[in-house]
């Protein structure tokens, strides 16, 4: 049961996982594999991170997390594993719900990264964060 459960998780987003291979490829980024998660980092994947509309040290796609550098996925390892377990939950329709909420807060006038549900819930358990 939990290896069926486990196939679950990672099929549902699998789209995701498979789009954030490529452009790993794509960016020629160094690929390692940390507790079935694939982490991709190297200097044109950092040079991207900075340039998104929200500016990251790291983002996550199914089960592919990019990062500026090995130390940016270290750090914000426990926020983005929060991210992979949303993916696992809502599979393709995460991203189109994440966006959503974003564009519904922004038109309210509110913060559409800060206070979108799924930020709040990644913050909340990111303790690299709070210590800040
Ligand atoms: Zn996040």
């Not at 982490?39 to 592919?64: D, K, Q, S």
């Amino acid at each position: 049961m939990h290896t069926v459960r486990r196939l679950v998780f990672y099929s549902w987003p699998l789209p995701y996982t498979l789009t954030g291979i490529a452009i790993g490829l794509l960016l020629c980024g160094r690929f390692r594999n940390v507790d079935g998660v694939i982490e991709i980092h190297g200097p044109v994947v950092a040079n991207v991170l900075r340039r998104l509309y929200v500016p990251a040290m790291a983002m996550t796609l199914g089960h592919v997390v990019f990062g500026q550098s090995e130390e940016a996925l270290e750090l914000t390892r426990e926020h983005e594993r929060v991210h992979v377990r949303q993916y696992e939950r809502w599979g393709l329709l995460f991203v189109p719900t994440y966006l959503s909420l974003s564009i519904l807060l922004y038109l309210r006038g509110r913060d559409g990264y800060r206070e979108n549900p799924f930020e709040v819930e990644a913050y909340a358990i990111d303790r690299t964060w709070q210590r800040r």
